[in-house]
């Protein structure tokens, strides 16, 4: 199932994924909707920017993760506390996606739909379980759906996907942290 993932990131790929979010939270009657970008490589690399309703970017590397938001039309970087935590979730996904089983996570499968239910109880305090629905081919996800334990659940569903997209390496560099998009 997870074999075409697992062969781009063998060559040393990295896929990158448009996706519409929403996020439903238990307060509010309608979800809030926007559009992100995933960008992933077989290193464990992550590149999670926001479009809308709101800028922001993620970017998780081999030194650390790294948060930042555009307030009044500038970009800022962020302190964050859970920037650890953060990474090593961002790491057990990468490693999903290259066909491995973390073992943080009980992983079910059924055809194209991966499960994982976090074992740690640090990690179920901010998931309580990550869904993936994947595509024909079994190499990128039509959907993925973080559920956390208040009940509140963001759903992210693929518009457009690229394999080996150009400038790849700069989707990962929070010192140019907009290069990739330089293309």
Partial sequence: M?????????????VCIEMERQKFVSILAEPVVGKCEIVADESGNVRWRVFSPFESLLIV????????????????????GFAEKVRKIAAEIAAVARGEIPESYAVRRNG????????????ARFVKSIRIELDGRGNIPRSIEFEEPNGDKTVLKTTAAAE??????????????????KK
């Fill in 2 to 14: 997870l074999v075409a993932a697992a062969e781009i990131f063998a060559a040393g790929g990295t």
């Fill in 61 to 80: 590397n081999g030194r650390g993760a790294f948060r930042f938001e555009k307030i009044s039309g500038q970009w800022r970087k962020l302190e964050s």
């Fill in 112 to 123: 194209k739909t991966v499960v994982l239910v976090p074992k740690s109880s640090a990690t």
């Fill in 164 to 181: 080996n997209p150009q400038n790849a390496q700069a989707a990962f560099d929070e010192s140019d942290f907009l290069g990739f998009e």
